[in-house]
């Protein structure tokens, strides 16, 4: 298996558009988790699913934010409109339990 | 709510040498405890876990022992090489009902191991 997979790596925006990050998990796996890490508040849960269903969003930072999960292979965070604040690193994880989590490499995301 | 202090880093050391990383948490349950690991350009990966109080996880030489007692579950390994330079975080999992599953993390230890 290739391990979880996220696209783009990078990614530069003006601030107001809207971005999309996503994430294909590990096959099998039943849970997926988008964290966010920046500099000044480390590594932040932002949702997670559980089949396909959105758990808890309660990480999520305000309402320009929304996670999809359309199928077990596919998942989306969007941001709209981005601002330069939301400049960071989101990692996308998946798991075949609660807890812990194979992790992708990351979107670096720029908002300028 | 649950919370995990670290050390800051970086933290340089020279091959071979013992490597201490300490990490304290605090949980309103029973938390498992999990060391990751994330190598420059590159995810987290996970180094090792530990479910219950006085487990020790363990993986390529670096180890960690849950204490309940103190809160704490350090990072351990006795002889460093230059390909462990990266950044290593400690983070918990409380199953004990109230806030969201997943991960709360510590903010990281920078590791850098010199020839």
Redesign the interface.
Known sequence: DAG?I?SPRHEVTEMGQEVTLRCKPISGHDYL?W?RQTMMR????LI?FNNNVP??D??MPEDRFSAKMPNASFSTLKIQPSEPRDSAVY?C?SSLA?????????TRLTVV | GDSVTQMEGPVTLSEEAFLTINCTYTATGYP?L?W?VQYP??????LL?ATKADDKGSNKGFEATYRKETTSFHLEKGSVQVSDSAVY?C?L?D?SGGG?????????THLIIQP
Do not use: P, W
Request: glycine share 24%; net charge negative; charged share 15%.
């Open positions: 979880v996220q988790f964290y480390g590594l932040e849960l997670y758990i808890d309660s990480g990692f994880a609660r807890v812990g989590g194979f992790f992708g490499q990351g | 498992s999990f990751y350009g590159e995810g987290l990966q996970l876990k975080f983070a999992s199953h969201a599953d997943g991960l709360t993390f510590g903010k990281g």
